[in-house]
């Protein structure tokens, strides 16, 4: 079993910043992609940014150059960093890991608990 946990949301006022962090443990051979979700209040689910094992970064239009998604392998760790922040980033944000579970290369794609973050304008 994978857990992810997640940390660092909170209320922070509209132009501020914060950093979340997730880390993975469990049984682990390998993870490929990692990334970050959001679902802001009565809308869906929705991509902030992924990252893969090599480096490669995508990021949603909407916090494009305001968004820093990074990873430390060794460490099973992802962050986000959020500057410039908006009243409509407000959202609970889920951390993402797709998992090789088994030497075969059976993926299987994880979730974090989601943190708070709300932006006050």
């Known amino acids: 079993q994978v857990q992810l946990v997640e940390s660092g949301g909170g209320l922070v006022q509209a132009g501020g910043s914060l950093r979340l962090s997730c880390a993975a443990s469990?049984?682990?051979?390998?993870?490929?992609?990692m990334g970050w979700y959001r679902q802001p209040p009565g809308k869906q689910r929705e991509l902030v940014a992924t990252?893969?094992?090599?480096?490669?970064?995508n990021y949603a239009d909407s916090v494009k150059g305001r968004f820093t998604i990074s990873r430390d392998n060794a460490k099973n760790t992802v962050w986000l960093q959020m500057n410039s922040l908006k009243p409509e980033d407000t959202a609970v944000y889920y951390c993402?890991?797709?998992?090789?579970?088994?030497?075969?290369?059976?993926?299987?794609?994880?979730w974090g608990q989601g943190t708070q973050v709300t932006v006050s304008s």
């Open positions: 990252i893969t094992s090599g480096g490669s970064t």
């Open positions: 469990g049984i682990i051979l390998s993870i490929n992609t």
């Open positions: 993402n890991a797709r998992v090789m579970i088994t030497i075969t290369g059976v993926m299987r794609d994880y």
